[in-house]
Structure formats: C-alpha cells, structure tokens
C-alpha cells in the first residue's frame, strides 16, 4: 500500500518484525541443538539414554516453540482501529480489552523509528491524550507512520472543531 493510498477510517496489527529476533534465536538454537546431538551424547553420563536424551532435547525445543507461539498469538490479538472519530485499541489472547479514545483527546504524536523497524519500513507511534484513563496510548510496528500521524493530526482537529473543543497546556 502505497502512502498515498493510506486513509481513515485506518485498520492494522502489530507487526511480527517485532519477534524476528526471538524467531531467529529460536531457529538457530533448535538447529545447532540438533546438529550437535551426537555430541551432547557422547558427554552424558551413562546412566542417561540416548532415547532420555532424545525426550529432554524434544522437551526444550518445544518449549522454545510454544514461547514464540505464544509470542505470535499475542501480536495477532492485537487489532488498531482508526476513525474520524475515536481510536480503538484492543489487546488480549483469553481475555481482551478494548481501549477507546476520542479523537479530539490527542495532543501529541511522537514517532519512534529504531533502526530494525526503520529497516523494515515500520515505526512506533506514541499519542499523549488528555484521556483519565490512558493517557499514552502506543501503536507498535505500523507501517507508514508518517502518512498515519498527518491522518491522526487532520482527524484530531476536525474532531475538535465539531465538537467544540479546546485544548489548553
């Protein structure tokens, strides 16, 4: 999607460049577990068997398998929703919550571009609003933030003058 094609009302995810590390890190482990399993055998005390061996490797490689599943899952749980109106932010794998914000709460946009999301075309976006309950609102891992920030900014204003509001510092 081109920037120019970006409009409200907006809809995304997280991305999963976010857990490319702990993917890799996973992947690498596994694999260099696995090559050197003969290895790690001809170390273990005799009293261990190599089907023991064989289960506890099985075991850990699961676990490490199940924690990024679990990282992924939690990700694809969470949804961004963006209108002219309010900002919807839900969150949850077993229980959710939904997070909603007018938009003529927004005062602030800050933009954050760490160079792994900088490389992948994504960004942060950290909104301060006059909301009692949440006050900092963070969208992780979007894709053109900066198209997003100029749609939040017209949105915000036009939300506050439909409304009738004023900002004051």
């Known amino acids: 999607m081109s920037t120019q094609e970006l409009s409200l009302p907006w809809t995304s995810r997280p991305s999963q460049v976010l857990n490319l590390t702990s ?17 790690i ?6 009293s261990i068997s190599h089907d023991t061996l064989i289960q506890g490797i099985g075991i850990f490689c699961g676990l490490l398998i199940l924690s990024d599943l679990v990282k992924y899952f939690s ?6 929703n963006i209108t002219n109106d309010k900002i919807f932010i839900k969150k949850g794998i077993l229980s959710s919550i939904t997070e909603n914000i007018e938009m003529y709460r927004v ?3 800050t933009v954050i571009q ?3 999301l ?15 309950t949440t006050p900092t609102i963070t969208l992780s891992a979007v ?6 920030v100029e749609l939040i900014q017209q949105a915000t204003l036009k939300s506050r003058k439909e409304h009738g509001v004023k900002e004051f510092d």
């Open 23 to 39: 993917y890799l890190v996973t992947a690498i482990l596994i694999s260099t577990i696995v090559y050197f399993e003969p290895l």
């Open 114 to 116: 760490p160079l792994a």
């Open 75 to 80: 990700f694809r749980s969470n949804f961004y």
């Open 143 to 148: 894709r053109n933030v900066h198209t997003l």
């Open 107 to 109: 005062k602030d946009q």
């Open 41 to 46: 055998y001809s170390y273990t005390p005799e």
């Open 118 to 132: 900088r490389i992948f075309g994504l960004g942060n976006l950290v909104l301060i609003t006059s909301d009692q």
